[in-house]
């Protein structure tokens, strides 16, 4: 059984810095693509950032420059380090994986005060 497991989420000022972390499990975690994914009040789900396997990377223009994806396939473990926020990118954070079908974590809160 497939499990995902986001933290690291929190209230932080603008300009300030989160790191969330996602974990893995019931997955072959080094061949899986992952990615983090946001949803703010009364929005869509949109993509933030996404990580093959291969450590290849994509993400949405609003982070570039800003956020960083990476994976730790020792831990079986995304991570999304979230620099420089900024009031809109408050938003529910959730971590996909993708394995013939998509699986979701329950998200973790980020909270950017101005």
């Known amino acids: 059984q497939v499990q995902l497991v986001e933290s690291g989420g929190g209230l932080v000022q603008a300009g300030g810095s989160l790191r969330l972390s996602c974990v893995a499990s019931?997955?072959?975690?080094?061949?899986?693509?992952m990615g983090w994914y946001r949803q703010a009040p009364g929005k869509q789900r949109e993509l933030v950032a996404t990580?093959?396997?291969?450590?290849?990377?994509n993400y949405a223009d609003s982070v570039k420059d800003r956020f960083t994806i990476s994976r730790d396939n020792r831990e079986n473990t995304v991570y999304l380090q979230m620099n420089s926020l900024k009031p809109e990118d408050t938003a529910v954070y959730y971590c996909?994986?993708?394995?013939?079908?998509?699986?979701w974590g329950q998200g973790t809160q980020v909270t950017v005060s101005s």
């Open positions: 996909r994986a993708t394995l013939g079908r998509d699986y």
């Open positions: 019931g997955v072959i975690f080094n061949i899986t693509p």
């Open positions: 990580i093959t396997s291969r450590h290849s990377t």
